[in-house]
């Protein structure tokens, strides 16, 4: 009987380093395709005419793009099932605000270190009050 009961339990951790390493075996090729499929992709639109300037969401499934075609830079709605023509942007209508995200990543804490210590700081200030 216990002959029995050990053989069942040898079974039993067989069959779940083989599940462990199928699933790793599943987790690794995974990885390769999405980098692969993603080689792909970024070698399609190298040196294209077509470029997706900027693009902001209005709604559910809805959104408003800007398109860089050739030179002209196009305005376009884009929906669900549908995208329409807008309007047509000269490049000097084209502004470049990313300098305003790096303005506004100075003012918040740059690692989790200086929020700790902020935190600690604040702490200390309440005890020594009360």
Known sequence: MNMILCLSS??????LITVLIIFIFVLILTYFT????????KGRSVNKN??????IHVGNNKMISIVEAGKKYIVVSIG???????TELSPDDIKDFSFMDSEKTKVQPDTFAEIIDRLKKNYSNRSKHE
């Open 80 to 86: 669900k099932d549908e995208v329409n023509y807008l």
């Open 10 to 15: 040898l079974d039993s951790f067989v069959q």
């Open 34 to 41: 999405t980098r692969w499929m993603a080689g792909i992709q």
């Open 50 to 55: 077509l470029r997706i300037v900027e693009t």
